[in-house]
């Protein structure tokens, strides 16, 4: 089974910057799509960012410009940079994966808390 570890969450204040990482725990894993989603109080949960094995990326549009995502096919990571951090940011973050064949984001991670605020 795999599991997907953040890291890198906290309190940063607005216009700030955080970086979010995430490790696969399964070595010989192979993932189509990897990602970060997060959900706020009383919201759904939505897509922040994700990036293909070749490296193509899509980004919420509330993010575009703010927000860039990483990936290390090697080592099974994902990492997103946020910068300019705003208020409305303040969230769970969770790293998902797809699988290989998978219809959709089947993996998830705990979440780690972004808390933006002065």
């Known amino acids: 089974q795999v599991q997907l570890v953040e890291s890198g969450g906290g309190l940063v204040q607005p216009g700030g910057s955080l970086r979010l990482s995430c490790a696969a725990i399964?070595?010989?894993?192979?993932?189509?799509?990897m990602g970060w989603f997060r959900q706020a109080p009383g919201k759904k949960r939505e897509l922040v960012a994700r990036?293909?094995?070749?490296?193509?990326?899509n980004y919420a549009d509330s993010v575009k410009g703010r927000f860039t995502i990483f990936r290390d096919n090697a080592k099974n990571t994902v990492d997103l940079q946020m910068n300019s951090l705003k208020s409305e940011d303040t969230a769970v973050y969770y790293c998902?994966?797809?699988?290989?064949?998978?219809?959709?984001?089947?993996?998830w991670g705990l979440g780690t808390q972004v808390t933006v605020s002065s």
């Open positions: 998902s994966a797809q699988s290989l064949g998978a219809m959709g984001f089947n993996y």
């Open positions: 399964r070595s010989d894993f192979s993932f189509n799509f």
């Open positions: 990036i293909g094995r070749a490296g193509s990326t």
